[in-house]
């Protein structure tokens, strides 16, 4: 077991942490960008705009749809060329690596369809929490706590995103992590031998894990190296 980096990892951890952060800061430079200086200088007035007017002429609008069409074809043929084509080649050519890249990319891709999904319900929830939370109120402070939510949409549904991929890259990570460290364990039992331990599932036992000791003994008497404990 070599514990050194290899420079493959290097390399991929500085792509990593120079591509994240300039990727992240794009859509705030675009933002930034696109205001007018007396706006972007004036502190004391809000920067939430309640009414936001897009005037779109129609070579525009076809011109967004053509790009739209073009990345729903590219994503939808790269799903289907990973389920008919990648995922049986892996099988047939017992490829684990591709078989496990390939079912990591099918979470990644149920990750972000779950967050947008979550858009399409935060009007839902943000209403069913006003109506809740806000039953003893007056009538007033629920059309005004409303009106807010309405007008604070496009920066809630940033920052449900933000939110949304954050905790799913975390529990990502963490998963796998624990499995490669569980993986590497069995790996490392498996080279040089480890405990084999039975348990047997429910409160009252059903004799079951006492049956199956004359087989275990039998084992260890074929194998000398195997140890009964």
Not at 112 to 118: E, F, H, I, P, Q
Not at 194 to 218: I, Y
Request: proline share 3%; with cysteine; net charge positive.
């Amino acid at each position: 077991f070599d514990a050194a980096l290899s420079a493959d990892a290097v390399a991929a951890a500085l792509v990593l942490a120079t591509a994240v952060p300039l990727l992240a800061a794009v859509l705030p430079v675009r933002v930034a960008l696109g205001r007018v200086l007396r706006d972007a200088l004036d502190t004391k007035r809000s920067a939430t705009r309640a009414v936001h007017v897009d005037i779109v002429r129609s070579e525009q609008r076809v011109r967004r749809q053509h790009v739209l069409y073009a990345v729903a074809g590219g994503m939808l043929f790269a799903f289907g060329f990973g389920i008919y084509i990648l995922m049986p080649l892996a099988f047939l050519a017992n490829n684990r690596t591709l078989l496990v890249n390939m079912l990591f990319s099918l979470v990644l891709g149920l990750l972000l369809g779950l967050n947008v999904l979550s858009l399409n319900v935060q009007p839902l929830v943000e209403r069913a929490l006003c109506a809740l939370l806000l039953c003893a109120e007056a009538d007033v402070v629920r059309t005004l706590t409303a009106k807010n939510l309405v007008a604070h949409r496009m920066r809630n549904r940033k920052t449900s995103i933000m939110y949304g991929l954050s905790l799913a890259f975390i529990v990502f990570i963490s998963t796998v992590y624990r499995l490669e460290l569980d993986a590497f364990v069995y790996r490392r039992q498996s080279s040089y031998g480890g405990w084999l331990t039975v348990f047997e599932r429910g409160s009252p036992p059903s004799g079951q894990l006492r049956a199956a000791l004359p087989f275990l003994d039998a084992v260890a008497r074929e194998h000398p190296a195997v140890e009964a404990a």
